[in-house]
């Protein structure tokens, strides 16, 4: 049949294509501009992932749904990604999940060139489509498609997407592939693909063909989240840059031009940095203003930084060796924490495997101090065998601990009362444990007495019995944090 629009020509498709927004998916099927003849009900299948995707794909641009490594546009050089966004509470907007590239094949090699790959091909220009997920619809057929943009990664972000593709085929040719996270790169990643760990594991080409998860390249959600805002829709201010130099990134590693910028003030104290900077001493944020300030970033956001969630954690050091202070991980809802059943869908682990650390290192070198030195910083992410072992283990345990009923008693010491639970502490687990993440303590019990100085809906969660309890997180371990810190930070 002879197409609506000109297949060869990028923006006469965009054009086309910018005739779906405000139309709900199944307007768009009720068009009947297809000769593909399909049910709607075909498209909505719990079953089929891309079903929306392959909707528009063959009942408006008229071609049949496929797995090409090819563009889906190959005249125009043009790839198609029907994508979803969501509405946060707080208005704001975020991408509603990573996109999917293509498969990274374990059958044969993987090609070293970025721009002789499927990668390449399928990202080097996409048209995407946003459509907003409202979970409140009775159907998917009606979300409505609000945006439509011709994208092509910019040239810094080129440059760190180059890295990022070396560092997924270093680790497939060194037959790790087992060992692949998504939090070992930036914007580019290497995420799963199939239902279960079971189902979805072939072995590796390289090495000695250890089995591993089937991937995928893909945007992180990180990254599709800014392009939505800032490239997209436009609506926010554009954040600060680390790095606005191509050429530089083409010759330096993201990570190494950080590790420049710290090494300069490596062997100040934090009052001649502060001084330096005119950082006013604040207890909670202090540090973390440090660290942005040597970064050349005049706010605590950075472009960079949001596009790739990394998050800056400050690390104080005392002169024994241990942290001042451990380390919080985002916190929980006992309630939804005990309805996880999938280890790789549980919010830990989604956390841990997508996000970056840079780790900004203090330390006060002697007893007598009263400044930490700066040591330097380290950009870090968990490695996979700590993530499947030590967290998954916590994780487990804990959520069968609130399934049994947490135990709670009271302790009387000489001048007061504390509440002792049996969550997994600090001695029970190498890598993380759990540990109260609230102003005050809030406790109720079974008989309705109330215990605490805070307050229930502020300081206090409910556990899936019924009774209170002060609100909990999961926490890095000091002493595992230090442990992956580099021999000259500690």
Same mark, same amino acid.
Request: with cysteine.
């Given at each position: 049949?002879?197409?609506?629009?000109?297949?060869?020509?990028?923006?006469?498709?965009?054009?086309?294509?910018?005739?779906?927004?405000?139309?709900?998916?199944?307007?768009?099927?009720?068009? &009947?501009? *297809?000769?593909?003849?399909?049910?709607?009900?075909?498209?909505?299948?719990?079953?089929?992932? @891309?079903?929306?995707?392959? %909707?528009?794909?063959?009942?408006?641009?008229?071609?049949?749904?496929?797995?090409?490594?090819?563009?889906?546009?190959?005249?125009?050089?043009?790839?198609?990604?029907?994508?979803?966004?969501?509405?946060?509470?707080? @208005? +704001?907007?975020?991408?509603?999940?990573?996109?999917?590239?293509?498969?990274?094949?374990?059958?044969?090699?993987?090609? *070293?060139?970025?721009?002789?790959?499927?990668?390449?091909?399928?990202?080097?220009?996409?048209? =995407?489509?946003?459509?907003?997920?409202?979970?409140?619809?009775?159907?998917?057929?009606?979300?409505?498609?609000?945006?439509?943009?011709?994208?092509?990664?910019?040239?810094?972000?080129?440059?760190?997407? %180059?890295?990022?593709?070396?560092?997924?085929?270093?680790?497939?040719?060194?037959?790790?592939?087992?060992?692949?996270?998504?939090?070992?790169?930036?914007? =580019?990643?290497?995420?799963?693909?199939?239902?279960?760990?079971?189902?979805? +594991?072939?072995?590796?080409?390289?090495?000695?063909?250890?089995?591993?998860?089937?991937?995928?390249?893909?945007?992180?959600?990180?990254?599709?989240?800014?392009?939505?805002?800032?490239?997209?829709?436009?609506?926010?201010?554009?954040?600060?840059?680390?790095?606005?130099?191509?050429?530089?990134?083409? /010759?330096?590693? #993201?990570?190494?031009?950080?590790?420049? /910028? #710290?090494?300069?003030?490596? @062997?100040?104290?934090?009052?001649?940095?502060?001084?330096?900077?005119?950082?006013?001493?604040?207890?909670?944020?202090?540090?973390?203003?440090?660290?942005?300030?040597?970064?050349?970033?005049?706010?605590?956001?950075?472009?960079?930084?949001? /596009?790739?969630?990394?998050?800056?954690?400050?690390?104080?050091?005392?002169?024994?060796?241990?942290? /001042?202070?451990?380390?919080?991980?985002?916190?929980?809802?006992?309630?939804? %924490?005990?309805?996880?059943?999938?280890?790789?869908?549980?919010?830990?682990?989604?956390?841990?495997?997508?996000?970056?650390?840079?780790?900004?290192?203090?330390?006060?070198?002697?007893?007598?101090?009263?400044?930490?030195?700066?040591?330097?910083?380290?950009?870090?992410?968990?490695?996979?065998?700590? %993530?499947?072992?030590?967290?998954?283990?916590?994780?487990?345990?804990?959520?069968?601990?609130?399934?049994?009923?947490?135990?709670?008693?009271?302790?009387?010491?000489?001048?007061?009362?504390?509440?002792?639970?049996?969550?997994?502490?600090?001695?029970?687990?190498?890598?993380?444990?759990?540990?109260?993440?609230?102003?005050?303590?809030?406790?109720?019990?079974?008989?309705?007495?109330?215990?605490?100085?805070?307050?229930? &809906?502020?300081?206090?969660?409910?556990?899936?019995?019924?009774?209170?309890?002060?609100?909990?997180?999961?926490?890095?371990?000091?002493?595992?944090?230090?442990?992956?810190?580099?021999?000259?930070?500690?």
């Amino acid at each position: 049949m002879s197409l609506p629009y000109d297949d060869s020509n990028a923006k006469d498709i965009e054009d086309y294509a910018k005739a779906l927004i405000g139309r709900t998916f199944q307007e768009v099927y009720e068009l &009947n501009l *297809s000769h593909i003849k399909k049910d709607l009900d075909t498209y909505l299948s719990g079953a089929r992932k @891309g079903g929306l995707g392959n %909707l528009i794909e063959e009942q408006y641009f008229c071609y049949e749904a496929n797995s090409s490594p090819e563009a889906d546009f190959p005249k125009a050089g043009l790839e198609l990604k029907v994508t979803p966004y969501e509405r946060n509470k707080n @208005g +704001t907007i975020k991408a509603g999940e990573r996109l999917v590239l293509g498969m990274i094949s374990y059958d044969s090699p993987i090609e *070293s060139d970025f721009y002789r790959s499927h990668a390449w091909e399928k990202c080097k220009l996409i048209l =995407l489509i946003y459509y907003l997920r409202n979970k409140n619809l009775a159907s998917k057929k009606l979300y409505r498609i609000d945006y439509v943009k011709l994208f092509t990664p910019p040239k810094t972000d080129l440059a760190i997407i %180059l890295n990022d593709y070396k560092v997924i085929s270093d680790k497939i040719k060194a037959g790790i592939a087992h060992e692949l996270s998504e939090s070992d790169t930036m914007y =580019l990643g290497a995420c799963t693909k199939g239902a279960n760990a079971e189902k979805s +594991t072939v072995p590796q080409y390289y090495g000695k063909h250890e089995p591993a998860r089937k991937r995928a390249f893909c945007f992180k959600t990180s990254y599709m989240t800014y392009i939505l805002n800032y490239y997209v829709v436009k609506n926010v201010t554009l954040v600060e840059t680390i790095v606005d130099d191509a050429n530089l990134l083409m /010759k330096k590693s #993201f990570a190494e031009i950080v590790q420049d /910028k #710290f090494n300069k003030y490596k @062997g100040k104290t934090d009052e001649e940095i502060a001084e330096k900077f005119g950082v006013v001493f604040n207890q909670k944020s202090f540090w973390i203003s440090l660290a942005y300030r040597i970064l050349g970033i005049k706010s605590n956001r950075a472009e960079e930084f949001e /596009k790739a969630n990394i998050t800056v954690k400050a690390i104080r050091i005392e002169p024994n060796g241990k942290m /001042k202070e451990t380390s919080p991980l985002p916190t929980f809802k006992f309630k939804d %924490l005990v309805r996880e059943n999938d280890w790789e869908e549980s919010t830990i682990y989604k956390y841990l495997d997508e996000n970056k650390f840079l780790f900004v290192v203090f330390k006060k070198l002697n007893k007598s101090d009263k400044h930490y030195t700066l040591m330097g910083c380290q950009l870090w992410n968990m490695p996979y065998i700590d %993530l499947n072992t030590h967290v998954f283990k916590c994780w487990e345990k804990t959520i069968d601990i609130l399934k049994k009923g947490v135990v709670l008693n009271k302790k009387y010491t000489s001048n007061k009362v504390i509440i002792e639970n049996n969550l997994p502490g600090i001695s029970d687990n190498a890598v993380i444990h759990i540990r109260p993440h609230a102003k005050n303590t809030y406790y109720e019990f079974e008989d309705g007495s109330i215990f605490g100085k805070g307050k229930r &809906n502020e300081d206090g969660d409910e556990l899936p019995d019924g009774r209170w309890m002060t609100r909990q997180s999961f926490f890095f371990n000091g002493t595992y944090i230090v442990s992956q810190l580099r021999d000259e930070l500690k």
